[in-house]
């Protein structure tokens, strides 16, 4: 019997999840169907409900329920109780739902990729919502000797950057109080999708540095064009994408896929459009 997975999100017609997973599926011999499902914005719970009703295994969560996906879950993996969102759920055989979250674990393995060493690197990320939160434990875990996290309302980074201090070296502020140099700049805000660019000095990368954005496109974000300009190496969020998909589906199924040739594809269809 074919078990049943989706993404849930509004909009979701735009996702690249059905086409990542089903890669995955055929590589590891799983029997799945995996689908993208608009949930309604007032009752993601009830879509939830009726898709765990209709013989649903576990979903993917994107914008904009993963707080509520946090809300409604009978437990919680530690990354994702931290995190305070949920972007996978599984349906245990008690019928009792799962939340875990694997943004953060799809960066780090995405940086790895690229040849990005975190250890003993001095780390700037920009912004402080829900996108942000999801990778600093990862980040911290990886052992770099700092992490300033900088946003347009500096208390909000301020307050979020307290809720990580204990998992190591972190600070939150202001974006007038960004004094680089850093070895790696991670984009969490929104402002990619706008075409704007946080105010931010020229001197922000060290010699070598990396800059990511967890944006992705056929084109390079306004970001990571900025910062290729300075010398930084730009990479764009497609691999996280990709890498966080393949986590899910080993909660899911306890296999990991292997992802090069997956991300290669989707590469290629981005840029055939």
Not at 70 to 79: I, Q
């Given at each position: 019997m ?10 979701i ?14 590589q590891?011999?799983e ?8 949930a309604?914005?007032?009752?993601f ?44 759920l ?20 995405d ?30 875990a ?9 946003n ?6 301020e ?15 202001g ?16 402002a990619?999708?706008?075409g704007d ?54 909660l ?15 590469r ?6």
């Amino acid at each position: 019997m074919t078990d049943r997975y989706c993404v849930f999100g509004n909009p979701i017609a735009h996702s690249k999840s059905p086409m990542i997973h089903a890669a995955f599926a055929e590589q590891t011999g799983e029997d799945i169907d995996y689908t993208a499902m608009e949930a309604p914005l007032d009752d993601f719970a009830g879509a939830w409900r009726r898709f765990i009703a209709a013989g649903g295994r576990g979903a993917n969560v994107t914008v904009p329920f993963k707080e509520q996906a946090f809300t409604l879950c009978d437990t919680l993996s530690e990354r994702a109780r931290r995190a305070g969102a949920v972007n996978t759920l599984v349906v245990g055989g008690d019928g009792h739902t799962h939340g875990d979250t694997t943004d953060g674990v799809g960066l780090v393995r995405d940086l790895e990729h690229h040849g990005v060493d975190l250890t003993g690197a001095r780390i700037l990320v920009l912004g402080a919502g829900g996108a942000v939160r999801g990778v600093l434990e990862p980040l911290l875990a990886a052992g770099p000797v700092s992490i300033l996290v900088a946003n347009r309302t500096g208390s909000k980074a301020e307050a979020l950057a307290a809720d990580f201090k204990a998992l190591g070296v972190i600070q939150g502020g202001g974006f007038e109080a960004v004094t680089g140099p850093f070895d790696l700049v991670v984009n969490g805000t929104s402002a990619s999708l706008s075409g704007d660019l946080p105010p931010l000095p020229d001197d922000l990368f060290a010699e070598g540095a990396t800059a990511y954005d967890m944006m992705y496109g056929a084109e390079p974000t306004v970001f990571l064009r900025w910062a290729g300009g300075l010398g930084a190496l730009p990479i764009d969020g497609l691999g996280m994408l990709v890498e966080q998909a393949a986590e899910s589906f080993l909660l899911w199924r306890g296999k990991r896929p292997l992802t090069a040739a997956v991300r290669e594809r989707l590469r290629r269809v981005l840029q055939t459009k």
